[in-house]
């Protein structure tokens, strides 16, 4: 239990350390970053090999999510299933992931109704009292829920109050939380990786996660080939993930391939080769 949950990116668990029970992970970007893609990677992949896991996603309803769950486990485009322009096997290939991730049913519970941090809440304690326990929880994201600011009290106050329960709540029922978060466009101005002092808007997130992991997205690959992200022609785009805070493992960064066409990460290494 305490070595951790072991991500689907064996870098993750390798440089990082698995997301371990207990722990608030703060999954940072800019908008359209990566961070909903790789949290939805994260739950499924726990969800088929380790256990119930349950996503808050007020960032797309469960419907949509079904399908783009199908096209990252078959790895064939949703659209051109829909469209009609793939091969009849790659139909067939498509079908099966969308089985695959019926099948997964009650192991993978996701929530596109509650929106309050005491809704949050009540739902991983009814969750965690499950015969089958709860293995992680992915709330996406931080600024599409009321953090129920009270009376008095400035919004920067409110989140502090709704990223504290989440961090309580990991370490009540014993279960990773990941929790997505957008941060501002001042760091995308000045072209640099994100950091810490980027997320000082969002209450007391920096002080209450055990891990911050910002995604960003440099100009250029790591052989020195420039890259935009807004080429819509571009297949692959290299994603640095930067952990900026880590309780016990410290700072590091790994490289990442996003396959843009089935929204899937993996290794760079592995698309380089």
């Known amino acids: 239990g305490e070595l951790g949950v072991p991500t689907p990116i064996e870098s993750i668990n390798k440089f990082l350390g698995s997301p371990r029970p207990g722990e608030l992970i ?3 970007a800019r908008p359209g970053g990566g961070k909903s893609s790789l949290m939805r990677g994260l739950v499924r992949h726990i969800a088929e090999h380790f256990g119930r896991t349950l996503l808050f996603s007020r960032e797309m309803p469960m419907t949509e999510l079904v399908t783009i769950f199908a096209q990252e486990a078959s790895a064939v ?4 299933v829909r469209d009609g322009t793939c091969l009849h096997e790659q139909v067939a ?3 099966k992931g969308l089985a695959r991730v019926k099948g997964l049913g009650p192991r993978l519970m996701i929530n596109d109704r509650d929106r309050t941090v005491d809704q949050l809440i009540a739902r991983i304690a009814a969750a965690s009292r499950s015969e089958n326990p709860l293995k992680a929880v992915a709330v996406d994201y931080l600024q599409r829920y009321d953090p129920q600011q009270e009376r008095g009290e400035t919004r920067d106050m409110a989140i502090g109050r709704f990223t504290m329960s989440l961090k309580d709540a990991a370490m009540q029922h014993n279960v990773p939380v990941f929790l997505g978060a ?4 001042g760091s995308e101005r000045e072209t640099r990786a994100p950091r810490l002092s980027d997320l000082r808007e969002s209450g007391n997130i920096e002080q209450d996660s055990d891990r911050v992991w910002f995604m960003h997205i440099p100009e250029q690959t790591p052989e020195g080939a420039p890259q935009d992200a ?4 571009l297949p692959v785009i290299y994603v640095q993930l930067l952990q900026a805070k880590g309780r016990g493992d410290g700072l590091g960064k790994i490289d990442l391939a996003f396959h843009r066409r089935i929204t899937t990460f993996g290794e760079w290494r592995d698309w380089i080769k």
């Not at 957008?182 to 466009?185: C, L, N, S, V």
């Not at 807004?230 to 022609?233: L, Y």
């Open 77 to 80: 485009s949703w659209r051109e």
């Open 26 to 28: 703060t999954i940072a």
């Open 182 to 185: 957008q941060i501002g466009r």
């Open 230 to 233: 807004n080429d819509q022609g």
């Open 93 to 95: 290939k498509f079908k």
